[in-house]
């Protein structure tokens, strides 16, 4: 069992941005989601995870490396897929694997055969192991992009975005194949897709302009608003009117009209009717929902 530690990590760009405000988190083994709209800091957190940029301020460990002052420990164990993974033109499945396990210092030419062969097979993509990556669909190259990400028995494994552009039997797969491997390591799933998290995550966190507005289970959270989300459906030209009346969670077209979610303690009456709360609800609770009418 591993255990990430992070700790009143600061970030603030040379522009001015500050996209980490003192983020602190523990995660244990198994699927983390961090969901937050584009923007939130996301990318910024994973990056400064991955070793790729250095925080202004705060701590990072994993058991006993120091993330931040030895990212050469912390290279050894993690995996990471970037929001794009590049892949190299013209290159086949195998052959990518290959020179990737070579990078992460897999010398032994029969290991190294052993174990692309086992991601290959892992990932489903031994059959096509002799194509091109080039021609290989999102869902595909995201499944080399997971391979890839599993070598060197990583403790920690960062993915970031990994399903947008998916189609949906393809985000299926990419789920199971999520899932099969968080229970072993620590894996952290960044998503602005609330139904990344709901399918995938037991813990998580939710992120708005740098700072972690929720930590805790999907559950908790969606326990936390029962009985104060009211649904209406509205005409286009009401919904400036509602905005100002009643805050608003999300707003949905359902047969050409705005399906409108509000928070409220009480029953607002005036043709509200109360409906179940969920992830989606949580999410849009917490973090800014001034642009939820654009
Ligand atoms: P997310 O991954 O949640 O979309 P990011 O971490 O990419 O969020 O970005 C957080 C904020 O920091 C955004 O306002 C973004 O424009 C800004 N930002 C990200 N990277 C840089 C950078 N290299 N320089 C300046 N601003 C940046």
Known sequence: MSTLKINNLSKTYANGVKALDNVSLELENGMF??????????????????????????????????????????????????????????????????????????????????????????????????KSVKGFSGGMKQRVGIAQALIGNPKLIIVDEPTAGLDPGERNRFYNLLADVGKEVIVILSTHIVEDVRELCTKMAIMN??????????????????GKVFQKIVSRDQLQGYATDYKIISNKMVGGQPLIHVFSEEHPQNGFEQVAPDLEDVFFSRINTSNVLV
């Open 209 to 226: 302009l740098g700072e972690i507005v929720y930590h805790g289970s999907p559950q908790s959270a969606i326990e936390a608003l029962n």
């Open 33 to 130: 989601g961090l969901l937050g709209p584009n923007g939130a800091g996301k990318s910024s957190l994973m990056r400064t995870l991955a070793t790729l940029q250095e925080a202004d301020s705060g701590t990072a460990t994993l058991d006993d490396i120091d993330i931040l002052n030895d990212p050469a420990e912390l290279r050894k164990v993690l995996g990471y897929l970037p929001q794009e993974f590049g892949v190299y033109p013209r290159i086949t499945a195998e052959q990518l694997l290959t020179h990737l396990a070579i990078l992460k210092g897999i010398t032994n030419a029969k290991e190294r055969k052993e174990l692309v062969n086992y991601l290959l097979d892992k990932v489903n993509l031994y059959e096509k192991r002799n």
